[in-house]
């Protein structure tokens, strides 16, 4: 009976500690009965979410019953009686009134009802149900697409995360050019606002990957997978391109994805790449080239996946991100054995790493960042997760505060002209050269694949730093 009431209190508030406070108990006491109840059930009972729990289709199917139960037990714990009504009986209530205490001489019927599905009206969860399951996986594209919608978009009670195929076919369809326009906004802005599961995320990674060139195309393989999808708001020097720079020294091939946005400024990350000495590379042919040559190159994300980067584009008509924001990330076009990538907060660090293991990425590096890529910030500490060969570490980077510098901001210098300078040693900024040694000895230890020393790494990033004009 505790278990079901703590599971009642977990539908109705969506967290554990939610779910703690309504009851009354330890949030301890709560995960621990959680953990029963996916033992009992042999079912998750809640999927993470980038906006917290969501309910598994299972635990959906509970959800009315058990509230129910909940209520009859809260009613007995009140000691309320039962005599066909809620109230208690008159007579308990007022001795006055007893003498009228009799029943009717006739009783009305059962309440008359019809299904709702045999009704002009909005369709029972059944009749959808019924009709969703006549959609077959070999009907055309919009009606597949609006069984998905119609699968993940009504809401509490009613919707469910799509599984990892059902997450792919969608976008597969919509990258396809298949889908009708509001579809697109109703997948993406009701996963948005629901929080995208790790099923899904991985399923639409998938469909990107399915995609585009094939893996074939690269002649030479990158050691490290380094996207960089960075908003247009982000209004930084990007140090992270220096960083990535000392990792080419290093004997390492580098392969850098992005995206800047669609505006006046879009041409960023290439600009920044060339002044770098990084080749920005339109088709696999020239990307590997520039491996074997220079151990490093920067591909835009239209090169090779120019329908997600449509649909990124999105933003300015929505204001908003969606679920594919989080998902190009994961992308890794050459198919590289270590992947460095940036999660914004804790729920993302552990999606991220939950769709990597689902994808098969056994080596991969999530920085706990503010944005959607991985740069280190010295002034604070960051936590860093990592699996290595399939097993998960976790490497924690002590801050250094007090470091001088301004970090990219100089009057006698354009923001481009400043960051530029801190490279060839015309300007000298404790900050910024702190900043692209660190995020340098994080990718050190993700392509290495050794021992978690993150000081062995950063005094080689600190040794290729003061090394880097010769």
């Known amino acids: 009976m505790k278990l079901l009431l703590a599971l009642d209190a977990l539908l109705r508030e969506g967290s554990v500690t939610g779910a703690a406070a309504s009851l009354d108990m330890q949030v301890s006491s709560v995960s621990r009965m959680l953990g029963e109840l996916r ?3 042999e079912d998750p009972i809640f999927i993470r979410t980038g906006r917290g729990l969501r309910p598994t289709p299972f635990a959906e199917t509970l959800r009315l019953r058990v509230r129910a139960f909940a209520e009859e037990t809260e009613a007995l714990f009140r000691g309320e009686g039962w005599n066909g009504d809620d109230a208690p009986s008159p007579s308990l209530a007022d001795p006055s009134l007893a003498s009228w205490s009799i029943h009717s001489r006739i009783m009305p019927p059962p309440l008359a009802t019809t299904r709702g599905e045999q009704l002009e009206a909005e369709p029972s969860p059944t009749g959808i149900a019924r009709r969703i399951a006549t959609i077959g996986s070999n009907e055309e594209p919009h009606r597949r697409l609006a069984k ?3 699968l993940a978009c009504p809401g509490p009670g009613r919707s469910r995360p799509l599984e990892v195929d059902e997450a792919r076919d969608a976008l597969s369809i919509i990258l396809g050019g ?4 509001v579809q697109i906004g109703a997948l993406l802005m009701t996963l948005q606002y629901r929080g995208a599961t790790a099923l899904e995320l991985a399923g639409f990674v998938q469909a990107i990957r399915e995609a585009k060139a094939s893996v074939a195309a690269w002649a030479v ?4 997978d380094w996207p960089a999808y960075v ?7 990007p140090w992270f391109m220096h960083s990535a720079r000392l990792v080419a020294v290093a004997g390492h091939r580098v392969l850098m994805h992005g995206h800047y946005g669609s ?5 960023k990350l290439e600009d920044a790449a060339e002044r770098a000495s990084i080749p920005v590379c339109l088709t696999a ?5 520039a491996l074997t040559a220079k151990n490093i190159a920067f591909v835009p994300l239209a090169a090779f996946a120019p329908q997600v980067q449509a649909m990124l584009n999105l933003h300015p008509l929505l204001e908003t991100r969606t679920p594919l924001h989080n998902v190009v990330p994961l992308i890794n076009p050459a198919n590289a054995p270590s992947t ?3 999660a914004p907060g804790a729920t993302s660090v552990t999606i991220y790493r939950d769709v990597a293991r689902m994808l098969e990425m056994h080596n991969i590096t999530i920085v706990g960042t503010v944005r959607n890529f991985a740069q280190i910030a010295p002034t604070r500490l960051t936590t860093v997760l990592q699996l290595v060969d399939g097993q998960e570490r976790k490497v924690v980077i002590a801050a250094r505060p007090g470091l001088s510098g301004t970090g990219g901001k100089h009057s006698g210098y354009t923001q481009r002209e400043y960051w530029e300078a801190v490279w060839s040693g015309a300007a000298r900024d404790e900050l910024a050269e702190a900043t692209i040694i660190y995020t340098a000895a994080t990718a050190l230890l993700a392509v290495s694949r050794q021992s978690a020393c993150f000081d062995d790494r950063l005094q080689h990033a600190t040794e290729l730093w003061a090394a880097r004009k010769r």
């Open 39 to 41: 033992e009992m059930y």
């Open 148 to 150: 998905y919608i119609a």
């Open 178 to 181: 298949d889908a009708d326009p």
């Open 221 to 224: 393989k990158p050691d490290l």
């Open 231 to 237: 908003s247009p708001r982000w209004r930084s020097p």
């Open 263 to 267: 505006g006046t400024e879009s041409g």
């Open 285 to 289: 042919g020239e990307a590997s080239a």
């Open 340 to 342: 460095l990538v940036g």
